[in-house]
C-alpha cells in the first residue's frame, strides 16, 4: 500500500521556535509538495520539489524554507514559528509528467502558542 | 487571487438524492481537473478526474462534468450516500506544469 507519511500529526509549538515537519513518501514520485489549509482559504501551496535539492516557491512561502536531500523526504521548516501559522500542514507527492493526481499524507495539525 | 472558486461553503442532501458540487476557474490554461474528498484529521483523497478535451468522466456514482466554455465544472454524486459527508475539494492543473491549484473547498452533509 503506497504511502505518504508526515511525522507528526499533532504538534504544539512556541512562538519563535524553530519547527521541522517532516514527510516521507515510498512510490518513488518525483514531485513533493507542502500546503497548508485553512478555513475558507482552502489549500494553499508553500513549496514544492520537482527532484532531489530542487525547490520552488508556492503561493506563500513567507516564514517557511524546505529540504530535499532525499528523494523520499521532503521537509517544510518554520523558521521562527509565529501564531499565524497555526494550521494544518499537508504533504503530498506525485510522479513528475501526465496526468498524475497527488497522494497525500495525514497531516499535521500545527499549533502555535 | 484564487484561480479555483468554489462559492458554496456548504452543502446539505438526503441520503438517496443527488449531491451537485459546483467549481468555477478563472485561468484558461487548465487543462486537468480533480475532485478529492477530505475527513476530518485525515488527507485528501483522489476522487475522479478529467481532462479538457473530455466534457463527462464517470467512476460509479461519481460523475464529473466539464463545461469549458463556461469555466465552469460540477461532480454529481448519486445515490449520495451518509459516507459521502467529507469536504470535497475541486483542484486544477495548468498545461506543463507540476503544481494543483486547489479550490476553498465545499462541506457536504448527506443526511440519513
Known amino acids: 500500500d503506497v504511502k505518504v507519511t508526515q511525522s507528526s500529526r499533532y504538534l504544539v509549538k512556541r512562538t519563535g521556535e524553530k519547527v521541522f515537519l517532516e514527510c516521507v513518501q515510498d512510490m518513488d514520485h518525483e514531485n513533493m509538495f507542502w500546503y497548508r489549509q485553512d478555513p475558507g482559504l482552502g489549500l494553499r501551496l508553500i513549496y514544492f520539489?520537482?527532484?532531489?535539492?530542487?525547490?520552488e516557491k508556492g503561493d506563500i512561502p513567507e516564514g517557511y524554507s524546505v529540504s530535499r536531500e532525499k528523494k523520499e523526504r521532503f521537509s517544510l521548516i518554520l523558521e521562527s514559528a509565529s501564531t499565524n501559522q497555526t494550521s494544518m500542514y499537508l504533504c503530498a507527492s506525485r510522479f513528475a509528467g501526465g496526468n498524475y493526481g497527488y497522494t497525500f499524507g495525514s497531516g499535521t495539525r500545527l499549533t502555535v502558542v | 487571487d484564487q484561480q479555483v472558486k468554489q462559492n458554496s461553503p456548504s452543502l446539505s442532501v438526503q441520503e438517496g438524492r443527488i449531491s451537485i458540487l459546483n467549481c468555477d476557474y478563472t485561468n484558461s490554461m487548465f487543462d486537468y481537473f480533480l475532485w478529492y474528498k477530505k475527513y476530518p484529521a485525515e488527507g485528501p483523497t483522489f476522487l475522479i478526474s478529467i481532462s479538457s478535451i473530455k466534457d463527462k468522466n464517470e467512476d460509479g456514482r461519481f460523475t464529473v462534468f466539464l463545461n469549458k466554455s463556461a469555466k465552469h465544472l460540477s461532480l454529481h454524486i448519486v445515490p449520495s450516500q451518509p459516507g459521502d459527508s467529507a469536504v470535497y475539494f475541486c483542484?486544477?492543473?495548468?498545461?506543463?506544469?507540476?503544481?494543483?491549484?486547489f479550490g476553498t473547498g465545499t462541506r457536504l452533509t448527506v443526511i440519513p
Open positions: 520539489s520537482y527532484d532531489v535539492k530542487m525547490k
Open positions: 483542484a486544477a492543473r495548468r498545461t506543463g506544469a507540476n503544481n494543483l491549484f
